[in-house]
């Protein structure tokens, strides 16, 4: 039986379908080291962002102004950081997400609890067509295959199995939100989740998590301190020619600041006083030249990796 109330619409205009076997070199390592990985994951746009450091961001449908723009705003600062935003295509929190991660320039991946031809909600047909061209459509399911309830817990496994962790914005009680931060935790995956009001009825499911141990967000610092050694670990399992310490070349846009950062501790504002920067700005390049190892944060601020 279909999602009750919402039909799929086709694909508009279609590209190419990649399709990935478990035992294919192209297949995403993180997601192969699951309990139950997919056999075959089906793609559209480009398939080599599956391998690329991952968050996930999930949250309500029904989500609040409030965790729409939390959702967005922190989106687009892990994009600027170098992930790539992992979610699964659905109204509200999904969709904030996969739009903030676009809008910053970056790239982002919905994993469908449909077929790779289908688009659901039809409202996202737009924004998945976008995704097909800036980052990627991916699905387990085969062609023609319509939205059923079980499909989307089944479908969260592989939004946190491709990521490193799983931010959940705003979730009420129950959720299906808590249940792919389960799974990440099956899957030994960080948990993230941000603190609500007790008073804000669609936040109680993130103050359960937080209550059972998730890491606590208030911006994207606190989901680098967890995720920073682990996209090391990442990188080295895609083998690709990553920069990695002192002496490799500062990103795009990162050089000037980097010249910045001495041997001696400078902190967030010092540092966007000095380069007449906003400090989210700043904060963002930071990240980017700390992931990349040519930076470590310190007692006081930052210093030269």
């Not at 729409?68 to 992930?83: C, I, Q, T, V």
Request: hydrophobic letters at 45%; glycine letters at 12%.
């Amino acid at each position: 039986m279909n999602v009750v109330g919402c039909a799929p619409g086709p694909v508009p205009a279609p590209g190419k379908v990649h399709t990935l076997a478990l035992d294919d070199e192209a297949y995403p390592p993180l997601l192969r080291l699951i309990p139950d990985p997919p056999p075959l994951l089906h793609v559209r746009g480009d398939p080599a962002l599956l391998s690329f450091p991952q968050v996930a961001m999930v949250g309500s449908r029904k989500a609040s102004p409030a965790g729409l723009r939390a959702a967005g705003e922190l989106a687009a600062k892990l994009a600027a950081a170098g992930f790539v935003v992992c979610s699964g295509l659905a109204l509200g929190i999904d969709g904030a997400g996969h739009r903030g991660a676009l809008e910053a320039g970056g790239r982002s991946i919905a994993v469908l609890g449909t077929g790779i031809d289908q688009v659901y909600p039809q409202q996202h047909r737009r924004l998945a067509e976008e995704l097909e061209r800036n980052g990627c459509l991916v699905s387990e399911f085969p062609r023609g295959t319509p939205p059923r309830r079980h499909h989307f817990p089944r479908r969260n496994r592989i939004i946190s199995g491709l990521s490193l962790g799983v931010v959940v914005v705003e979730a009420a009680l129950p959720s299906g939100s808590l249940i792919t931060a389960g799974t990440a935790l099956e899957q030994g995956r960080e948990v993230f989740a941000l603190p609500w009001s007790m008073l804000h009825r669609g936040g109680r499911g993130c103050l359960q998590l937080l209550r059972d141990g998730a890491k606590l967000v208030r911006d994207l610092e606190d989901i680098l301190e967890e995720l920073v050694p682990l996209y090391a670990l990442q990188r080295d399992f895609f083998d690709a020619d990553w920069p990695t310490g002192s002496n490799a070349e500062a990103p795009a846009g990162a050089a000037a600041l980097l010249e910045l950062v001495g041997f001696e501790a400078c902190s967030l504002d010092q540092l966007a006083s000095v380069a007449g920067l906003p400090v989210a700005q700043v904060m963002a390049q930071l990240s980017t030249l700390e992931l990349e190892g040519l930076i470590r944060r310190c007692p006081g601020g930052y210093i030269r990796g």
